[in-house]
């Protein structure tokens, strides 16, 4: 379980995590929402170490990350798998390399067994005969899914994906959730997703975290959503049209 206390985070003056609390479970995907700019990627970020909080704490299973040294901090690297908004694939790098990448980085495995274990992941995600082409050459959804390889490459026991079907067709955007899903389920991973794809959170989301203007405001089930009485939640949740529909008697302005 990731445990996130108290976290705080300033950027030129400008606080943008405030006092943030969170649980994250394993062998749950547990998704992170919230209107653009509330913070969800700073929140990410800080999870794997790319932003430095100002205070407060992120545990993994125990371990306080905020206090750890740097050999410590490349042990839990090592456990973690992460998807970025926008793919973030090498473009100059074949997909067979993207994938190969964090096993070069972080295992002393022979060059066969690297290649062994990347044509895994990449079965695992249904993308098989593209080896050697570049990202470039593949579909957006491919592309996640070769994220997803490359994500899983060190058999995770966490995974942090920003949102992962951003720019996908819904019919994709449902093939990569799904994948997320059994990913997670299969190997007991904390995955932790950031979306603001009401599909996604209403077909796959184990747990919400509802992040308001940098608060964690409210935390709850998928089935507790609809229902939470609670006004910023609502007006997020019911501002689109498909969710008025689903939702009529909850209409805002
Ligand atoms: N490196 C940075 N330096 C200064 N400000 C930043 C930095 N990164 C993010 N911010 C600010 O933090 C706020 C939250 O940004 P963040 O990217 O976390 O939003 P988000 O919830 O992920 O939005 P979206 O849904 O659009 O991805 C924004 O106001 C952004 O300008
Ligand atoms: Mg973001």
């Not at 490349?74 to 970025?84: P, S």
């Not at 995600?125 to 570049?134: A, P």
Request: glycine letters at 8%.
């Amino acid at each position: 379980m990731i445990v996130v206390e108290g976290v705080n985070k300033t950027f030129n003056e400008a606080q943008i995590l405030k006092n943030v609390e969170a649980k994250f479970h394993p062998g749950k995907v547990n998704m992170v929402i919230g209107k653009s700019g509330s913070g969800k990627t700073v929140l990410l970020k800080s999870l794997v170490g790319l932003h430095k909080i100002d205070s407060g704490s992120i545990t993994f299973d125990g371990r306080d990350f905020t206090k750890m040294r740097t050999k410590e901090k490349i042990a839990i690297r090592k456990e973690v798998g992460m998807l970025f908004q926008g793919g973030a694939l090498f473009d100059s790098s074949t997909i067979e390399e993207n994938v190969i990448y964090p096993l070069d980085m972080f295992t002393n495995f022979t060059k066969a067994e690297k290649l062994k274990r990347a044509n895994f992941c990449l079965e695992r995600v249904n993308l098989t005969g593209v080896n050697k082409q570049f990202p470039s050459e593949l579909s957006g959804g491919m592309q996640k899914r070769a994220a997803i390889a490359r994500a899983i490459a060190l058999n995770p026991k966490y995974l942090f994906c920003d949102e992962p079907n951003s720019g996908l067709d819904p019919q994709t955007a449902i093939v990569i959730d799904k994948l997320i899903q059994e990913i997670t389920k299969e190997y007991g991973i904390t995955t932790v997703v950031n979306t603001h794809d009401m599909n996604s959170v209403l077909a796959g989301a184990d747990s919400v975290v509802f992040i308001f203007e940098g608060h964690s405001w409210w935390h709850g089930s998928r089935t507790d959503l609809l229902d939470s009485g609670n006004p910023e939640l609502d007006d997020f949740l019911f501002s689109s049209e498909l969710m008025r529909r689903i939702r009529p008697t909850k209409q805002h302005k």
